[in-house]
């Protein structure tokens, strides 16, 4: 996946963790070992169910109404939501591909026709124009204040993702722009604004210098490392709560919504551009925003010649 595919290893990781869940399913559901009791300390044992002795024969066996069987049973025991799913659908459709097709140690794909759960759409999760500006001018004031700021603004402004946000390189801005590594190792360049362009240069006055140990690393944690996306986490958390804001509702995955919906709604950026911004491979993804001008779906409804206005 990561070398043919060119895959995050991200990805390649909760594919492996797919095919690891449903190996150790196959053991359950062939009798080879008694099923984990459904009590709190399920996912513990059955994480110590080892797969080694899991083999092509084993596979050659798996039939389309077992797969079926394995959805059913991530649902019940880890309740797993149709998203969850979907993704195990996904990453079982690969494996038996790749196993009849690519490596041809079996002869029947018992994935070819599995089916993949309907997900129910849901509109995103934002911040408004008030609360984004209450966010920005409640930035805890302490050693980190510039850095955290910085961070809150490219998240607002250019909406771009965690990982990509923890990614970035001093060499990799270039006037007005940013290249960034997005989603399968795909680079885009993303522009900066007035105030992102402030924020990084007030950044860049008081970043640490001395025993930094990636010294291309744009944000910086106080370890003298590029900075993790667990950090990130941190940061926005703490800066949600200095605003009045619910730490639990809001994410840094919700500042990328929020700028998506800044640019749609206020921006007057059509989904083309949004698409580009976000560097979304399918317009589809970015279609989610459309439904989020309610002041003009409102103001539609009230112009119907049948509304009695």
């Known amino acids: 996946m990561e070398v043919i595919k060119g895959k995050s290893s991200k990805t390649a990781s909760e594919y492996r963790y797919d095919l690891i869940t449903f190996f150790r399913f196959l053991k359950i559901n062939r009798g080879l070992i008694p099923c984990p009791a459904p009590n709190k300390d399920f996912r513990e044992n059955f994480s110590k169910i080892t797969i080694s002795d899991v083999s092509i024969d084993l596979l050659k066996e ?66 408004t124009l008030s609360e984004s500006q209450l966010l920005l001018q409640n930035i805890p004031k302490d050693e ?85 996306t667990k950090t990130v986490w941190c940061i926005v958390k703490k800066c949600l709560e200095s605003a009045g804001l619910d730490s639990d509702r809001y994410s840094p995955h919700k500042l990328r919504h929020t700028a998506a919906t800044l640019l749609y709604q206020y921006a007057e950026a059509d989904l083309l551009i949004i698409k580009q911004i976000l560097g979304h491979e399918s317009l589809a993804t970015t279609q989610i925003y459309t439904h989020l001008n309610d002041e003009n779906a409102k103001y539609a409804i009230k112009k119907n010649p049948l509304s009695g206005e």
């Open 62 to 127: 798996v039939t389309l109404s077992e797969l079926y069987e394995y959805l059913s049973f991530v649902n019940k025991y880890m309740h797993n939501e149709s998203c969850a799913r979907a993704r195990k659908v996904s990453s079982l459709r690969s494996f038996f591909k790749y196993m009849t097709v690519r490596a041809g140690k079996l002869l029947h794909n018992p994935a070819e026709n599995l089916e993949s759960p309907k997900v129910a759409k849901k509109q995103p999760k934002y911040l």
């Open 144 to 228: 980190h204040f510039a850095r955290n700021l910085c961070i809150i603004t490219l998240f607002l402004n250019c909406g771009i993702r965690i990982s990509e946000l923890v990614g970035i390189n001093i060499s990799s801005i270039r006037d007005e722009t940013i290249t960034i590594l997005g989603k399968g190792n795909k680079e885009r360049t993303v522009y900066l604004n007035k105030a992102c362009l402030c924020t990084i240069d007030n950044y860049l006055r008081v970043r640490p210098a001395d025993g930094v140990v990636d010294k291309d690393a744009l944000f910086i944690s106080r370890n003298k490392k590029r900075i993790s």
